[in-house]
């Protein structure tokens, strides 16, 4: 079958990003065809299409995208777990090529979708959600009484971690550009957000600290910000690098930088914590509980069509975004 997508035939700037006919096979063993309803954009599209995450040279051409929602359209042999008609979402365990109106995907990368989960919510969340659910659970049992600084805090990924660390008792502090980010922000729970374009980021956590400084770093912007959010942390507390929208944390030095703090120190990454449809189906379970239970809203702050992607990128990377950002095919 014909359908559309979004292509990259090398990575660059958001000009790369090529709206194209694809011609689709019919699914094979284990897979379905999906007709995608809407699909999430994640700051990590802008790493692969830029080159900061490389991609092998024989991939391309090739697709971009990691998490939508849609309905089952085609089923191949083998495939017992899923049937026409209904409705999933994947969230990064699938290869690359969600920028699409229809793809074929492997049925154990899918996620059943609850009857109250709308198609853009879910695509909104599933990435974001299931990081902070790994994150909060698995890279740090986070605790009542305990004290985070996590950085981005208006962004989709910040303003579920938000809420999910309010809902545990923890206390957040929480980085943003603008004092309208900083309002969004403490109204999805961040309790002391800080607007890093007038205030200083150490002095500020030392004071709300009273100069310990916080139990756990979550620094999802990297270069820019890593020497201040080793700064912040306390003695013996943790870092957790996360991401990297301003490029790469620059080199540690154990001998004179783990002096400072004795700190420890994690990259986090999906790869390693996503490793089986098993797993992200139980992330996505816990996800579902807590969106129910706590409750954690997603706001999705903007959506663009597909064949624009090259703009939400665009809007991404100069920080006009706020919340998530849906694509609609």
């Not at 094979?28 to 700051?43: M, Q, S």
């Not at 986070?142 to 923890?170: D, M, N, P, S, Y």
């Not at 969004?184 to 100069?211: F, N, W």
């Amino acid at each position: 079958m014909k359908t559309h997508a979004i292509r990259i035939h090398a990575t660059g700037d958001p000009s790369v990003l090529n709206w194209e006919e694809v011609s689709l096979p019919d699914p094979g063993p284990g897979e379905v065809l999906i007709r995608h309803t809407a699909i999430g954009f994640n700051y990590i599209d802008t790493y692969f299409r830029s080159g900061l995450y490389p991609l092998r040279a024989d991939t391309f051409p090739c697709g971009l995208g990691l998490e939508a929602a849609g309905v089952v359209e085609a089923v191949g042999p083998q495939v017992k777990n899923f049937k026409i008609g209904q409705r999933v979402g994947y969230a990064g365990g699938a290869r690359m090529g969600a920028y699409a109106e229809a793809r074929i995907a492997n049925a154990d990368d899918l996620i059943k979708l609850p009857s109250w989960l709308d198609d853009r919510t879910a695509a909104a969340v599933l990435v974001k959600g299931m990081t902070v659910q790994y994150l909060f659970n698995r890279t740090h049992k986070l605790k009542k009484g305990e004290t985070i600084l996590f950085h981005a805090a208006a962004g989709g990924l910040g303003l579920v971690a938000c809420q999910w660390a309010r809902a545990l008792g923890a206390t957040v502090i929480g980085t943003v550009s603008t004092d309208a980010k900083a309002k969004l922000a403490k109204r999805y729970g961040c309790r002391h957000p800080i607007v890093t374009s007038r205030q200083d980021l150490v002095s500020e956590v030392m004071r709300l600290t009273k100069g310990k400084g916080v139990d756990v770093v979550y620094d999802s912007v990297g270069k820019d910000t890593w020497d201040a959010s080793m700064e912040c942390v306390r003695r013996l507390g943790l870092m957790v690098s996360c991401g990297s929208t301003s490029g790469k944390p620059p080199p540690y030095d154990i001998g004179t930088d783990g002096m400072k703090k004795s700190a420890f120190i994690t990259r986090a990454t999906t790869a390693n914590y996503m490793t089986s449809g098993e797993i992200r189906r139980a992330s996505a379970r816990v996800l579902f509980r807590m969106m129910r239970a706590a409750p954690i809203k997603v706001l999705i702050g903007q959506t663009y069509a597909l064949k624009d992607a090259a703009r939400a990128h665009i809007d991404a990377e100069a920080r006009r975004t706020t919340g998530s950002t849906v694509l609609l095919p």
